[in-house]
């Protein structure tokens, strides 16, 4: 097995990228709501903001603020995964080797992590965020999808909505290829 080096910042904020085992799959759009239980269950057991978020068909983008002392998004990935994964009715097929591990085969193993240096770093990220289902042909305008964190910043009025130009050049260099 490979040995991961994450960079851990005790209260830091991170970008995630996260996936679904089958990227043909719709999981996570069509078990929204099982998502966000498990999302809130375990920010309630271990604390942290979620600054963006945007849901698609079979993975997920998230930009997350931990508190202050506190570097373990490791474990709240675990814990989010594994409840929603339990909540889940057992259709998908699972392989051998996951079912040695107890293990079903929803999500990828491995997640992307960044952190995040400094505002502009941040900002370039939330445009990804919100521009991401745009990007993937799911809407024309980042403000039609529904799962998304850019409704709450909209209504905040903390937030002018990137067009496809401008999230192009901002998010340049990163991001799921």
């Known amino acids: 097995m490979g040995n991961y080096r994450r960079n851990?910042?005790?209260g830091g904020t991170y970008?995630?990228?996260?996936?679904?085992?089958?990227?043909?799959?719709?999981?996570l759009i069509d078990n929204v709501d099982l998502l966000r239980t498990a999302f809130r269950e375990?920010?309630?057991?271990?604390?942290?903001?979620?600054e963006?978020?945007?849901?698609?068909?079979?993975?997920?983008?998230?930009v997350w603020t931990l508190p202050e002392?506190?570097?373990?998004?490791?474990?709240?990935?675990?814990?989010?995964k594994s409840t929603f994964s339990r909540a889940l009715p057992l259709e998908q097929p699972t392989s051998?080797?996951?079912?040695?591990?107890?293990?079903r085969s929803i999500w990828q193993r491995r997640y992307w992590e960044?952190?995040?240096?400094?505002?502009?770093?941040?900002?370039?990220?939330?445009?990804?965020?919100h521009f991401n289902p745009v990007k993937h042909g799911q809407v024309q305008r980042p403000e039609d999808?529904?799962?998304?964190?850019?409704?709450?910043?909209?209504?905040?009025?903390?937030?002018?909505?990137?067009?496809?130009?401008?999230?192009?050049?901002?998010?340049?260099?990163?991001?799921e290829r």
């Open 52 to 62: 963006a978020i945007v849901v698609l068909p079979e993975h997920l983008h998230t």
């Open 8 to 10: 851990l910042l005790p």
């Open 15 to 27: 970008f995630f990228t996260v996936n679904l085992e089958d990227r043909r799959q719709r999981l």
């Open 69 to 80: 002392g506190d570097d373990d998004f490791a474990m709240r990935w675990r814990l989010i």
């Open 114 to 129: 960044h952190t995040l240096r400094d505002e502009n770093d941040f900002e370039r990220h939330l445009d990804y965020i």
């Open 42 to 50: 375990v920010r309630k057991r271990h604390p942290f903001a979620i």
């Open 145 to 175: 999808w529904p799962y998304s964190s850019i409704h709450r910043w909209i209504r905040l009025r903390a937030y002018s909505i990137p067009r496809r130009t401008d999230a192009a050049e901002s998010t340049a260099g990163f991001g």
């Open 96 to 103: 051998a080797s996951r079912v040695l591990k107890n293990e």
